[in-house]
């Protein structure tokens, strides 16, 4: 064989070996898991919760499971939007609480429609006065986010005569324990919010504006985008949500007080690391905050159930915290 044979045959060959290489089952096994970790774990969860708790698969807690998180849920879905564009907000557990009980104050007085509607457009004011701050003003965030939460907590305090809301009107207990075809109506309202956000994140220009302004914000705003604007409209969405996820909770447990979200921001921040956005924004989807919602809303089933110490709970959830972040660096790293 002359050497130009043999040049001409080495590629095809080396190319033909790499081919099978990367069809190995190895190979694809460990693809499949640096391309969707949190999935692996998620999965691996469930699989633990159905051996220690053989009620974890009964309909009626799938049920409680998925209603019980779906103001969680509103508020990790705003939540992706602004820690994308490299930010965050302290503040969604006080808009939270805020929320709860601005609906629950209309109890008699207004209609449960209207007084959702309020409730939400309180949320996405706070939301708006955050962006302004961080935007306009230009406070860094959570200094913005900090000092708001403490203000919306003490205006929510007193609105509420410092005492909890009870809800006796039947009407306004519908949106938290009414079923559509077996669901929660909150369960249908965090679907819904997951589908319309994945869609607007991943198929329309604001999504990509909103990545572009998260991965580098200077770029944006030379090529024209007004990354003050979007930011902002993202605290105003996280604002938004986390009023109707104040509602849904109020509505489903009957009451609303002004401490309701002591640590709703830091589980909604939770989740959407964990589902693997990236900290320093530019990464992330609706996908992975799902992902990562799964992971805490089985976590925390499963130690309700099995009636773990609270001070247990608390350091086996920090530790798989940790450990689901590290597992989402390494699949980086691999990718």
């Known amino acids: 064989m002359t050497v130009d044979q043999m040049a001409s045959t080495t590629p095809a060959t080396t190319d033909s070996h790499a081919s099978r290489t990367k069809n190995t089952p190895t190979a694809v096994a460990l ?22 708790y053989d009620g974890f698969l009964d ?34 557990g006080s808009i939270f609480a805020a929320g709860a009980v601005v609906f629950a104050s209309f109890d008699g007085k207004l209609s449960a429609d209207l007084a959702l509607l309020i409730a939400v457009a309180a949320g996405a004011a706070a939301g ?13 965030a959570f200094v913005a986010t ?18 909890a809301l009870l809800i006796k009107s039947m009407s306004f207990g519908v949106v938290g324990s009414n079923l559509i075809a077996g669901i929660p109506i909150p369960v249908w309202i965090a679907l819904v919010a997951f589908v319309v956000a994945g869609f607007l994140l991943s198929r329309t220009v604001y999504g990509r504006a909103v990545y572009a302004v998260g991965g580098n914000d200077e770029a944006a705003r030379l090529s ?15 604002g938004a949500l986390s009023g109707l996820a104040g509602v849904l909770l109020a509505s489903q447990i009957g009451t609303a007080q002004p401490d309701f979200g002591a640590s709703m921001a830091l589980d ?48 086996i959830k920090g530790f798989i915290v940790v450990a689901a972040v590290g597992l989402d660096s390494w699949a980086r790293s691999r990718r």
Not at 31 to 52: D, E, F, G, Q
């Open 31 to 52: 693809h499949i898991l640096t391309r969707y970790p949190m999935v692996w774990v998620a999965l691996a969860l469930a699989i633990a919760a159905r051996i220690a």
């Open 59 to 92: 309909p009626q807690n799938l049920r409680n499971i998925l209603s019980q998180n779906a103001p969680l849920a509103l508020i990790a879905i705003g939540m992706t939007f602004v820690m994308i564009t490299g930010s965050f907000d302290l503040s969604v």
């Open 128 to 140: 708006l006065l955050n962006g302004i701050l961080i935007t306009k003003v230009n406070i860094n």
């Open 146 to 163: 900090l000092g708001t939460a403490a203000a919306i907590t003490g205006a929510a305090t007193i609105y509420s005569g410092q005492q």
């Open 224 to 238: 024209g985008m007004r990354v003050g604007l979007i930011r902002a409209s993202t605290f105003v969405m996280v």
């Open 268 to 315: 909604a921040i939770a989740v959407v690391i964990i589902g693997g956005t990236s900290l320093l924004g530019g990464e992330g989807s609706i996908g992975r905050t799902f992902t990562g919602l799964l992971i805490l809303a089985i976590i925390n089933n499963l130690f309700q159930s099995l009636a773990f110490d609270p001070a247990l709970q608390q350091m």
